[in-house]
């Protein structure tokens, strides 16, 4: 199992223009740091609107200057929105084929939809359409990459016969991911043959294991919607490593439970705009959530973050290796935790945990 991590790119609320460069700096030297001690992927989100949450509205701009200052880690979009117009397909074709080019080939392509009222209503987009806006937007992705010239006339996307440049170094092109947070999407990404970055909330192990082996079983039939299958699992989990459980506790609990409920509070904004038989019925999991039932000692209990001491973080990722995950995506930046503590983090996981699985 390889560990990476997944960057929401998450400011303090109320943060200065200087302060925010400032942060955006320190978080690329996080990143250039982790590669040296072992880490083997870097993913972002994207995300639009949200203040307090994620600032990374252009990954496209991140994930370029993070492969411009790395050599070995993987590039991943973790994931690049796809309904219209969050991002017109040819042009996320034309950045992913670029970046592909820049990092020498090291791009992992994960799409998605987006989950948020705020996001979805500032691009004026229908929840209910965003599942076929998705499929058909990368389709029409895959086809600019492979083709001398795209073509496509569709539902959402008609494009004119066009040659399009660049393409990108992997042929026939780069391995793609999609966005899984319910039961269902993990098996729609095995019909399709697409990577499964599995974005849980909350899940204890047996759950998260019982969707990985759903994904297994329904690739052995894919129908792939690229040029090849993708077989690959990530899983993402909220992380921090200190010196005694007692000190990565003290250090981590703010920022775990903060960016709990904000995902909870994101992922009931959409109810309301829910239609009948949406692909969306599965954010009902969250409706009339106790908030009291996710306490830090809940989480802990249920070993759904991976927070502790060396011993103890080795131990719960050992768990996550034996259901089958290929990659371990660590979320380690908090918008409220020093940088040092981010840092120092980083350095233990290199130094005690990453050797555990034969990574140094």
């Given amino acids: 199992m390889e560990f990476g991590l997944l960057y929401e790119w998450q400011m303090p609320v109320g943060i200065s223009r200087e302060d925010e460069s400032t942060a955006f700096l320190q978080m690329q030297e996080q990143i250039k740091f982790a590669e040296s001690v072992g880490f083997k992927s870097l993913w972002s989100v994207e995300h639009h609107f949200l203040e307090s949450f994620s600032h990374a509205s252009a990954p496209e701009v991140l994930l370029s200057w993070a492969a411009a200052n790395t050599t070995t880690m993987r590039i991943g979009h973790g994931v690049r929105l796809l309904p219209y117009p969050y991002n017109h397909p040819i042009r996320a074709a034309e950045q992913a084929a670029t970046l592909d080019l820049l990092s020498q080939g090291r791009l992992e392509f ?30 029409l992705i895959i086809k600019a990459w492979t083709n001398h010239t795209v073509e496509h006339e569709g539902k959402y996307f008609n494009q004119v016969p066009r040659p399009m440049v660049p393409k990108p170094l992997q042929d026939p092109h780069p391995p793609l991911w999609m966005s899984c947070t319910s039961p269902e999407s993990h098996e729609v990404a095995g019909a399709l043959g697409l990577g499964l970055l ?11 294991g019982d969707r990985i ?92 973050i991976l927070v502790g001491d060396p011993e103890r973080c080795i131990q719960l990722a050992k768990k996550y290796e034996t259901m089958g995950v290929d990659r371990l995506l660590l979320f380690v930046q908090y918008k ?25």
């Fill in 213 to 304: 082996a759903k994904y297994r079983e329904r690739i052995k039939t894919a129908d792939p919607i690229g040029k090849f299958v993708n077989n690959q699992t990530a899983v993402f989990t909220m992380a921090h490593c200190a010196e005694t459980n007692e000190l990565a506790r003290e250090r981590a609990e703010k920022g775990v439970m903060q960016y709990q409920h904000d995902q909870i509070e994101l992922l009931c904004s959409l109810l309301p705009e829910i239609k009948e038989g949406s692909s969306y019925d599965y954010y009902e999991r969250f409706v009339g959530v106790d908030y009291d039932k996710f306490t830090y000692d809940h989480l802990e209990r249920k070993e759904m």
């Fill in 198 to 208: 599995s974005f849980t909330l909350a899940l204890d192990f047996r759950e998260v």
């Fill in 110 to 139: 994960g799409s998605g939809r987006s989950a948020t009222a705020a996001e979805l209503g500032g691009f004026g987009i229908d929840p209910s359409e965003t599942r076929e806006m998705w499929r058909e937007s990368l389709e």
């Fill in 336 to 360: 409220d935790m020093p940088h040092e503590h981010t840092m120092d983090a980083l350095r233990l996981f290199g130094k005690e945990v990453l050797p555990a699985f034969g990574q140094a």
